[in-house]
């Protein structure tokens, strides 16, 4: 394929719509008989580079290509053809290195929610806000230049030459004792410009090489394909809601944010090509100490992590140290590091494939949900419960569900949604629940069969009453988990002098739980 042509498809692809640009992409190579974009995506041009390749056929077999600007741009990110999409849209390698995880769980959002339309609509209003930000930012800090601060605009330089952008970065830094950065996309005019803002104490904090992590990490978050699902992260008017989503595919959100975090790690790791300073830095940034010498291998945090019976916080946007730490080791490790130059042993190299099913498995296996069988009974009691107590008064509204699914990922699990989508049908199994409470009522400690009692009653509080249906049903549970009712009937009336009737505050402190 030559340039006149790459031309002619890129002028055709310009006066299309986004979506339809892959479509037509797609139907152009047929006509064209171009054979060579296949599997493997090899050419017959030598002199053609290997990033149209790579374009092309993202383009033409991605299957979220046709709801995706960003494959069609990558066609003229580097030849200068002609613009193609929104100023918005960027090139780079982020986009591959993406953790299969942040992937999946992307697209189960898109999937499961029609939340396309409202990004779109959002789009401008996120350009306004940025600007209005990046404002606030040129009042409170400096703006640096290769004049100024030489040294980080040649790291700066290092980290868009390994990602593969080409779009101009500005710096600022404020005066802040966090160790903190931040990236925005902004428009000048008609040209898109990237945006870091970094702190002072970061800047004095970190070395070349850690410091080329954070650029690259930062980098890699605003380049992202599914970098526009952050606007879901806007604070809603709800009591204890995180996303503008409902209930059940809010957890589903966290998950992926700490699975994006996972594929900027790997950024990180291409801008800077050093496995021990990337390590070395989430160590710090994660700990606020300074690093060790050496750093323990990422299988000594695992298990330690497990051997204290440590959980990671479910509503939490960034995965715990032992998991990132594991994760980049992974990562640098397979095959795909080594094509982004990443030192190692080429006798060591794990195919991509195989390099994510490892990932998968860590996750899952420090991913925190009940194991134990009393553990796993409490929360059944609880989710179970929480179904009876919430149907007392008719039938679920969407914040009920919310109080519900926040207790139960507050207190036992990162998938409360699918602990919900399974419980919702058997909570009028009076057989199954009662085989529940009386696995508690035999293995269980009373503080624990209170702490049950504590959560169902904050559900029943959630409307801002309490009724006496609900306290009977809660009653009920008590005294088959082996509570007497004036038990129950005290662990009631201390969850509503320690939460009032009013909206739930569900998110702002675990319940007090067994001791």
């Known amino acids: 394929m030559k340039n006149q042509q790459l031309n002619q498809i ?27 974009f296949s599997a493997e995506g090899a050419s017959s041009d030598p002199g053609e580079s290997a990033w149209v390749r790579k374009a092309l056929l993202l383009a033409f077999q991605s299957e979220s290509s046709l709801n995706s600007p960003d494959k069609s741009i990558v066609l003229r990110s580097r030849s200068g053809l002609v613009e193609l999409t929104s100023p918005f849209s960027f090139p780079g390698c982020v986009s591959e290195v993406r953790c299969r995880e942040d992937l999946r769980l992307a697209r189960e959002l898109k999937k499961e929610h029609a939340v396309e339309a409202y990004l779109k609509l959002a789009e401008e209003e996120d350009r306004d806000q ?11 800090g400096t703006p640096l230049t290769p004049v100024l601060a030489p040294e980080l605009f040649a790291l700066l330089e290092t980290a868009r030459n390994r990602l593969g952008i080409n779009i101009p ?8 004792s966090k160790m903190d950065a931040v990236a925005l996309a902004v428009q000048d005019g008609n040209c898109a410009v990237l945006h870091l803002n970094l702190t002072s104490d970061l800047l004095k904090s970190l070395k070349d090489l850690s410091l080329l992590f954070v650029l690259g990490h930062e980098l890699g978050h605003i380049l992202s394909e599914d970098r526009q699902l952050f606007r879901l992260n806007r604070p809603s008017e709800r009591p204890g809601s995180r996303s503008l989503l409902p209930a059940q595919s809010e957890s589903i959100y966290l998950r992926w944010r700490r699975m994006a975090e996972l594929s900027a790690d790997r950024c990180g790791l291409i801008a800077c090509r050093d496995l021990e300073a990337a390590s070395q830095t989430l160590y710090c940034m994660h700990t606020g100490m300074d690093g060790l010498s050496p750093l323990p291998a990422p299988d000594q945090f695992v298990e330690a992590w497990k051997e204290a019976g440590w959980q990671s916080d479910s509503s939490s946007t960034h995965p715990s140290l032992p998991v990132r730490l594991k994760a980049l080791e992974l990562f640098a490790r397979s095959e795909q590091a080594a094509t982004h130059g990443i030192p190692g042993d080429s006798n060591d190299r794990k195919p991509t494939s195989q390099m994510e099913d490892e990932v998968s498995r860590l996750i899952e296996s420090l991913k925190r949900h009940p194991v134990e069988k009393s553990e796993l009974a409490l929360m059944e009691a609880v989710a179970m419960g929480g179904v009876r107590v919430l ?20 207190e036992f699990t990162e998938e409360p949604e699918s602990v919900l989508k399974e419980t919702i049908p058997l909570a009028e199994n009076d057989i199954l629940i009662v085989d529940v409470l009386e696995t508690i009522r035999e293995e269980c400690s009373d503080s624990e ?30 005294r088959i988990m082996g509570m007497s009712g004036e038990s129950v009937q005290h662990s009631i009336l201390a969850t509503v002098r320690q939460r009032g009737f009013g909206e ?3 998110s702002t402190g675990k319940t007090q739980k067994r001791q």
């Open 10 to 36: 890129a002028l055709e692809l310009a006066g299309l719509p986004h979506e339809e640009r892959a479509a037509a992409l797609a139907n152009w190579l047929e006509r064209s008989g171009q054979e060579e």
């Open 130 to 140: 940025a600007m209005i930000h990046l404002q606030g930012i040129f009042r409170d």
């Open 169 to 176: 970065v500005r710096v600022t830094c404020t005066n802040s």
């Open 391 to 410: 149907a007392c008064d008719g039938d679920i509204g969407e914040g009920e569900r919310r109080i519900l699914i926040d207790i139960l990922q507050r």
């Open 449 to 478: 069969k209170k702490f049950v009692i504590s959560c169902l009653a904050e559900i029943a509080l959630q409307d801002g009453s309490l009724f006496e249906r609900e306290t009977g049903e809660i009653l009920k549970i008590g």
């Open 504 to 506: 739930s505050k569900a």
